[in-house]
């Protein structure tokens, strides 16, 4: 240290007890545990001082579970690991996801949580979530070209509210409005993800955003710098007292959220994301970014660590260079802000004439805030005065702890439906106008879903103002090219929380079978596991049986594994979040002009369902509606998954198949009446050849690798031989438009496609 | 029957977009003049009562549903007729 810098402020550590350091560890905000205190008692022990408080600060923040996945990362090492690679050209090592898309361009994905914020502040968290990763696929040089965002929300329709957290109805609208404001003001098509509703979620609200982009293969920026003498040039918004301390608080749990929680939140500023990504892609096409990484949890602290330490070189920066909102900001402060629209770039000082020409034209400003060195060392100056001087090894690494975990046995719990027969139309009525279970379009209509011209198949397919789900989303993002890129996001979190093992593979054989649904292969997944205080066992048994299935699913249908993220501490007053692991997933659409989506097409066609039949109604949004239990959730079989992959493709590549739909939530019946949903065209179906279960159990099962297909009737002999091999089995054909079902001869279920649609398409009326 | 205004304003350190672009208009017209611009919104109720119910329910409102206390501040002032 110099000499200047003992008129620093030093924290004096050296020598106080550990009772001390916690009391330190709390008066500062630091989130740090009592052990990790006494870990930096020793290192600074070591080097015989005390530290200063911008080096507190930096530890914190480098050492949060936001930024060094202390509780995560040795599980998931131990699954993701030894994964194969397959297409993908960077996994699970930058920013985000890189994976090759054809022989010139690659595609860049990554999704993230942004729930603590959101919990206290949804328009801004749930903003701030979109814009964070923009910019994650934005530092890989990558043009991003869709957004997708799965979110959750406690119970909405409470009337009576008495907790002190905020009102679900007020969480769900602000999220949304949140999301849509960000997204459709920089310009960004919000294609796909999932909305859904649990009592769980009351007062932790989950908030997953992920982004997709493209980008040349020779133009992939890497997120750290190797080459000393390069400069750190720092752009877009300037840094503010806004999001101090976000990551640790990210790290505990939300007990009270009041007012005081208040330097955590960020708001987002989407007039500066849209110039700021043109001036970024711009200085990455003319070849001068050596180097770039965006600004999220732990601001300047965590981007200039992680990218040094990846390059194996070490870094001086003067902090009064930083463009600031306020004046007379402290240098931890400075040091640790989460201020939104920064991105970090290494560059050749030859080059900075030319940055600034870009940036100037695309009115964003920037600053020079320090350069790269070699050593171990990063250094940290404010006005002269050496405020931080540590090594970087130490800094950045973080603590890994091998947390113990606990898979508890389930009680075996056998659901039991009534014995007779249930009222099945008034039943599906019900059912069908359920939050959980009703059209997701007063949340997917506020969002632009066509914006850049490019999306191929939108989240609502059917008629104009009378469209249906799509399973997943295709966009098309090169213009000399006709491969598309289908998107989908979600969860079977119900199905997880009784089986944490079989749940994450019904989610993982979920969003396979959404791609697979539009006619594409899938490429490659991304997952954001969302989970309640690690600090517990059982949560920490969640964490490696999901990692687990994810692994094991992933090895099995030869998929990457490109970029994770795991939110902890989902809690409040001691209650957890039912587990979610989210699942992201990307496939190749051959050709957009094959794109299959999910409305029916024509009356007279045949619809056939492909795929193992199963009758259980584990797990299933019925029993949940019914308020039955069961402890079993059914086994996907991740062979025959395999087996029907590569024909399903081949059959679609062919133009064959009209319209596709997976049997997920709200089993065969829902997928049906949805098919239905986007263009008015009924169905007569019979039952029989299904399975010899009872009716409601084959309406409403939702186990089984199954997707419904319509294909016209003088086609039929060709579809069969294309599928030869895999079981098919024809249940029905198309009508001009009524719903008649029937069950070995008895009627199951009469009515017109339109009084079920109505139902399904006002149930979130009341709430947003 | 008082009128009673409710002002709603971010906390000071709040990013406020609206308010950075149209600064940045203003400058780009020519008001160099202008240092700052902040945004607010103001509610205006009718409220049957006293002065100081009426006060009494705006705080409440204010507080339940027109402003979250992690971003915003509120002030309520009534209106002399």
Redesign the interface.
């Known amino acids: 240290m110099t000499e200047a810098a003992e008129t620093q402020i030093n924290v004096q550590i050296l020598g106080k007890s550990p009772q001390y350091l916690m009391e330190l560890s709390q008066s500062m905000s630091l989130g740090l545990s009592q052990e990790e205190m006494i870990m930096l008692q020793n290192y600074f022990e070591g080097i015989g001082r005390n530290p200063t408080d911008v080096e507190m600060q930096a530890m914190a923040q480098a050492w949060s579970e936001h930024c060094c996945y202390k509780s995560s990362k040795f599980y998931l090492r131990k699954y993701f690991g030894g994964l194969e690679k397959h297409d993908a050209i960077l996994a699970m090592e930058d920013d985000a996801g890189v994976v090759a898309f054809d022989d010139d361009y690659a595609y860049v994905l990554k999704m993230e949580s942004h729930n603590h914020p959101s919990a206290?502040?949804p328009?801004?968290g749930a903003a701030t979530g979109v814009g964070g990763i923009i910019r994650d696929v934005l530092c890989m040089g990558a043009q991003p070209v869709a957004l997708v965002d799965s979110i959750y929300f406690g119970e909405v329709w409470a009337d009576e509210w008495k907790e002190k957290t905020?009102h679900p109805r007020?969480i769900l609208n602000s999220v949304v409005g949140g999301i849509r404001d960000y997204g459709n003001r920089v310009g960004l098509p919000n294609v796909a993800g999932s909305v859904d509703f649990d009592r769980s979620f009351n007062h932790s609200p989950l908030v997953n955003a992920g982004c997709i982009g493209i980008v040349r293969k020779d133009g992939i920026i890497r997120s750290f710098v190797s080459k000393p003498g390069d400069i750190f040039v720092l752009a877009g918004?300037r840094t503010?007292?806004?999001g101090i301390h976000g990551v640790n608080f990210a790290s505990a749990n939300l007990q009270e959220?009041?007012?005081k929680?208040?330097?955590v939140?960020?708001?987002?500023?989407?007039?500066?994301k849209e110039p700021l990504i043109h001036a970024v892609l711009e200085a990455c096409d003319v070849h001068i970014v050596d180097g770039m990484k965006d600004l999220g949890g732990g601001g300047l602290s965590s981007s200039v660590g992680e990218m040094c330490l990846s390059g194996g070189v070490a870094a001086e920066i003067d902090l009064e260079k930083v463009l600031l909102?306020?004046p007379a900001m402290l240098p931890w402060e400075i040091w640790i802000s989460e201020?939104?629209e920064r991105m970090l770039m290494a560059i050749d000082p030859l080059n900075l004439p030319e940055l600034s020409r870009i940036f100037e034209k695309w009115d964003i400003e920037f600053s020079v805030i320090g350069k790269i060195v070699e050593g171990n060392n990063l250094v940290i100056r404010h006005n002269g005065l050496t405020v931080l001087d540590l090594d970087l090894d130490f800094l950045t690494s973080g603590p890994v702890y091998c947390r113990n975990f606990e898979i508890p046995d389930r009680k075996i719990i056998d659901y039991v439906l009534p014995a007779e027969n249930f009222n099945l139309k008034e039943l599906l009525m019900k059912f069908l106008s359920n939050p959980e279970n009703c059209a997701r379009f007063n949340i997917t209509r506020q969002y632009d879903h066509t914006v850049r011209g490019s999306t191929v198949i939108r989240p609502l397919s059917g008629k104009p103002n009378h469209e249906t789900h799509s399973d997943a989303a295709i966009i098309k993002p090169v213009e000399q090219s006709n491969r598309g890129l289908a998107i989908t996001a979600g969860s079977r979190y119900d199905m997880v929380a009784v089986d944490p093992l079989a749940g994450t593979l019904a989610t993982m054989t979920e969003a396979y079978l959404n791609i697979l649904a539009t006619g594409s292969m899938p490429n490659s997944v991304v997952d954001c596991i969302n989970l309640g205080n690690p600090e517990d066992p059982i949560i920490m048994g969640q964490l490696v049986q999901i990692s687990s299935a994810i692994s094991e699913f992933c090895r099995k249908l030869a998929l990457p594994v490109v970029a994770g993220n795991v939110s902890l501490y989902n809690q409040y007053s001691g209650a957890d979040i039912k587990p979610v692991p989210n699942i992201m997933m990307v496939g190749i659409t051959p050709d957009v002009a094959h794109a299959v989506s999910t409305d029916f097409k024509k009356a007279g066609s045949s619809i056939y369902i492909i795929g193992r039949e199963s009758s259980s109604l584990g797990g299933s949004r019925l029993l949940k509606f019914l308020g039955l239990e069961s402890s079993s959730v059914p086994w996907f079989d991740m062979e025959e998954l395999a087996a029907i992959s590569g024909p399903f493709v081949r059959a679609a590549g062919t133009g064959l198949i009209l319209a596709a739909h997976d049997i997920s939530s709200g089993g065969l019946i829902q997928a049906l009446l949805e098919m239905s949903f986007g263009s008015g065209i009924g169905f007569t179906v019979d039952l029989s050849e299904i399975s010899p279960a009872r009716t409601i159990e084959k309406l409403f099962s939702e186990g089984g690798e199954r997707i419904l297909i319509e294909v016209s009737q003088e086609n039929d002999e060709r579809f069969r031989e294309l599928l030869d091999g895999i079981q098919i089995t024809r249940i029905g054909s198309t009508n001009e438009n009524s719903i008649t079902i029937t069950d070995l001869q008895m009627p199951v279920l009469d009515g017109t496609v339109e009084e079920f649609r109505e139902a399904w398409v006002h149930g979130l009326d009341n709430y947003i | 029957m008082p009128v009673v205004v409710i002002k709603v304003e971010y906390l000071p350190g709040v990013e406020d977009p609206e308010a950075l672009t149209i600064l940045k208009n203003l400058n780009i017209l020519g008001y160099g003049g202008v240092k700052s611009v902040q945004t607010s919104k103001s509610y205006q109720l009718n409220v049957q009562g006293s002065e100081a119910e009426a006060k009494k329910i705006a705080e409440d409102v204010a507080e339940k549903i027109l402003t979250n206390p992690v971003i915003q501040k509120y002030s309520i002032r009534i209106l002399k007729k």
């Open positions: 206290i502040e328009y801004g905020l007020f918004g503010g007292r806004d959220k009041s007012g929680n208040k330097s939140v960020q708001l987002g500023n989407p007039i500066v909102k306020e201020s939104q």
